[in-house]
T-cell receptor, first 116, second 116 residues
Framework: AQSVTQLGSHVSVSEGALVLLRCNYS??????LFWYVQYPNQGLQLLLK??????LVKGINGFEAEFKKSETSFHLTKPSAHMSDAAEYFC??????????????FGQGTILTVHP | GAVVSQHPSRVICKSGTSVKIECRSL??????MFWYRQFPKQSLMLMAT?????????EQGVEKDKFLINHASLTLSTLTVTSAHPEDSSFYIC????????????FGPGTRLTVT
């Protein structure tokens, strides 16, 4: 079984400030981890993903995330927030095999607000 | 590349009628498509997984006779909500995965269904 917990349903930052969105996961198999962004009334866009290899992954729009197995975390960061980053962000986990193969389990989402 | 479309983007129907939502992969062949449901201010919940040419696999608690899924070709999957009721009102999102990787899902823009 897999689960994802996103700490903080709302995060507010000033433009230019650090963005940190927290994600912890639970998985009985080595996980594949993802961050998606959703703008209002739209589908999801993949920001970045971790499958194997380097634990620090870089994505689009200046975002990056680090897989920390010991902490079962996959927090999303961006050094300097931009107004266009305001959206809802979802962390998701998938398994590489078995019943969880290819099936995404999403966290509850974090709404990011960026103030001028 | 990897574009997924959904049609319609919005639909309003009367209680008791059926509604069909189409999901198309525009520039790749989707061996697997997923259907999600998203309630306001909530996360995505996987409804079913469909593989081209075979019956869909529904998640626990999802009524297969109410949510009919057809994946007749490598570029098209349809979700039909039968005998719709107001509680079926939701945002329905599909995603598609090609056969080249176990984890990459591309999401459609979603369909807003309102049942009156």
């Amino acid at each position: 079984a897999q689960s994802v917990t996103q700490l903080g349903s709302h995060v507010s930052v000033s433009e230019g400030a650090l963005v940190l969105l927290r994600c912890n996961y639970s998985s009985s198999v080595p996980p594949y981890l993802f961050w998606y962004v959703q703008y209002p009334n739209q589908g999801l866009q993949l920001l970045l993903k971790y499958t194997t290899g380097a634990t620090l992954v870089k994505g689009i729009n200046g975002f990056e995330a680090e897989f920390k197995k010991s902490e079962t975390s996959f927090h999303l960061t961006k050094p300097s927030a931009h107004m266009s980053d305001a959206a809802e962000y979802f962390c998701a986990v998938s398994g590489p095999s078995g019943t969880s193969y290819g099936k995404l389990t999403f966290g509850q989402g974090t709404i990011l607000t960026v103030h001028p | 590349g990897a574009v997924v479309s959904q049609h319609p983007s919005r639909v309003i129907c009367k209680s008791g009628t059926s509604v069909k939502i189409e999901c198309r992969s525009l520039d790749f062949q989707a061996t697997t498509m997923f259907w999600y449901r998203q309630f306001p201010k909530q996360s995505l919940m996987l409804m079913a997984t469909s593989n081209e040419g075979s019956k869909a696999t529904y998640e626990q608690g999802v009524e297969k006779d109410k949510f009919l899924i057809n994946h007749a070709s490598l570029t098209l999957s349809t979700l039909t909500v039968t005998s719709a009721h107001p509680e079926d009102s939701s945002f329905y999102i599909c995603s598609a995965r090609s056969g080249t990787g176990p984890y990459e899902q591309y999401f459609g823009p979603g369909t807003r269904l309102t049942v009156t």
